[in-house]
């Protein structure tokens, strides 16, 4: 296996026997076969699309396709099988709508190297190890093959983000067309250095939009985010603990377990989902459990509940929580039960309630701990007019983008140092389970202003893009004229999209950390630094000093 697509690869350079996030060799190569495929799928669907020819089946498939092989996401060899076995049918499906269009030349079909998938998953593994990444790395060099992978994990973030819409009915389509257009790109082995950055960036122009839709369907379908008290630590009864990032799963599971007496926990990227009007007017969701990610296999071992992970971020689970965790939606670890979507979208989360009932719960109440959340875009910018006058008054100094993705690998405390050591007039916005590294400390408040503002998950740099772009009409100049510094944590290819996005918008003079991307080769970082000042963290006075002088 070759695989160098989170923040984590193994010295920096590339899981070649063992993924560190816990992926097989086998699952790797069936998740290069499918990447391949879902290719030769767009190829086909982009033909026809230019032909006046779509098909909505086509379309979100590619959705799942990609959101199957982000990291953290499918660790089951028989389940990443089953995907490329469809993937087959789809892949016939847009090569018939081809044809009927009358688009289906020797060109597209060159274009395509269809692969039929073999009949057993030792033969798809074998596939999968002849589409490797390694083998474009030899043969287009380290910066080619960098870029061309930098514009397939912005499409795979882009592709969750789409996918979490899709599921609340938000869909578009100039975005399906431009996943066709880009992955059919990326299948004619482009070369040419600046063509790749113009797509890199056009890939972080759409996601902006996805990231739009996304807030749309969010909001749309639970209110926007209201400043909320939130309670971190555990009252006593029964308990589910969810984690991942959708919020339809967690609706669904509220409604289910009304008058079970069963208390709801939110976990990692679920916490946000407190201050949505219409999930937390349920009682029984009544709190957040835990902190990031990474943490979880100590913190499900000691959770006396059940557990449900909605989307990306499981590990592999420990044999004393294996038969009360379970996944659902694209997540999916060999031996663990999986709740199934119905026809008509629902989820019968049953089996989850009763490994809930059946586990001991919580013996009784926690020393109360609260901590503040909600501070998505309508929440800011409803009180615009308080923050521009502190900062006219000078009571408010400097605004610091502290957040992104949090991980196991050393070198993530640089991020708590950073917030503690931010001057006292200085206001720190956050997003994403980076928080966890600093949230539950205190910062106290400037006239009334939090210090710290929990603007959401990760897709909502969304609600931090329109918070900066408010505060730079206000104030009648560019973005990058703001007193705003963006010091950003990535792991995996969610944090790629929205990169990609801010340098989309031109947003210059970030910091990236703990590590830069394996993927991204010296030459492009070179490119990046002196377009972008995109540069990596230093350590917090260092950088604190850069900053504010």
């Not at 043969?139 to 899709?166: C, N, P, W």
């Not at 670890?333 to 490994?355: L, N």
Request: hydrophobic fraction near 40%; glycine fraction near 10%; include cysteine.
């Amino acid at each position: 296996m070759f695989c160098y697509q989170c923040e984590q690869t193994a010295q920096g350079s590339g899981c070649t026997a063992h993924g560190v996030c816990g992926k097989d060799p086998e699952t790797a190569s069936l998740q290069d076969l499918l990447v391949h495929m879902a290719k030769s799928i767009s190829v086909y669907a982009h033909a026809a699309r230019q032909a006046g020819e779509k098909d909505e089946d086509v379309d979100r498939f590619i959705l799942e396709a990609l959101f199957t092989t982000v990291t953290n996401v499918n660790f089951d060899p028989r389940r990443v099988a089953s995907v490329i076995g469809r993937a087959a049918e789809v892949r016939d499906r847009a090569r018939g709508l081809c044809e009927a269009a009358g688009a289906l030349d020797p060109a597209v079909v060159e274009r395509a190297q269809d692969t039929t998938p073999a009949d057993d998953i030792d033969g798809m593994i074998d596939q999968g190890e002849s589409v490797t990444i390694q083998n474009r790395i030899n043969e287009f060099g380290d910066d080619v093959a960098g870029l061309q992978e930098l514009i397939t994990y912005g499409l795979k973030g882009m592709a969750s983000y789409a996918d979490h819409a899709r599921l609340l009915g938000v869909e578009e389509d100039g975005v399906y067309d431009f996943f066709h257009r880009a992955l059919d790109y990326l299948a004619g082995r482009p070369s040419d250095v600046d063509e790749l950055t113009g797509m890199v960036l056009k890939v972080g122009e759409v996601n902006l939009r996805v990231m739009e839709m996304l807030d749309e369907a969010n909001t749309g379908a639970y209110g926007h985010p209201e400043p909320t008290q939130v309670r971190v630590t555990p009252v006593e009864g029964k308990a589910i603990c969810v984690s991942g990032h959708d919020l339809k799963d967690l609706g669904m599971l509220l409604e289910q377990t009304k008058g079970t007496g069963i208390k709801v926990y939110t976990h990692g990227e679920m916490l946000p989902c407190l201050a949505y009007p219409e999930l937390k007017k349920y009682d029984h969701l009544v709190g957040n459990y835990g902190g990031a990610w990474q943490d979880q296999r100590r913190e499900f071992d000691e959770f006396p509940g059940a557990i449900l992970m909605t989307t990306n971020c499981i590990q592999k689970p420990k044999h004393s929580y294996r038969d009360r965790i379970f996944t659902t939606g694209l997540v999916a670890w060999p031996e663990v039960t999986h709740i199934p979507e119905d026809e008509d979208g629902s989820k019968d989360f049953s089996p989850v309630i009763e490994a809930a009932q059946n586990a001991p719960g919580f013996a009784e109440d926690a020393e109360d701990h609260q901590i503040t959340i909600g501070f998505a875009r309508n929440a800011v910018m409803e009180n615009a007019g308080t923050v521009v006058d502190a900062v006219k008054s000078g009571a408010i100094r400097h605004f610091f983008l502290i957040g992104g993705c949090d991980g196991a690998k050393p070198g993530r405390n640089y991020y708590t140092e950073m917030a503690k050591s931010v001057p006292e007039d200085c206001v720190i916005l956050t997003l994403a389970c980076g928080k966890y590294r600093f949230n539950k400390l205190s910062f106290g408040d400037i006239g009334g202003i939090p210090r710290l503002l929990d603007c959401g998950q990760c897709n909502d740099a969304y609600s931090a893009i329109r918070i900066a772009q408010a505060l730079a009409d206000a104030f009648d100049c560019g973005v990058n004229d703001l007193p705003l510094s963006m010091i950003l944590s990535w792991y995996e290819q969610k944090a790629v999209c929205i990169l990609l996005t801010l340098l989309h918008l031109g947003i210059r003079d970030m910091r990236l950390g703990p590590s830069l991307p394996a993927f991204v080769g010296p030459n492009v970082l070179q490119v990046l630094g002196d377009k972008f000042g995109l540069k990596p963290i230093s350590t917090p006075e260092e950088d604190l000093k850069a900053i504010l002088g």
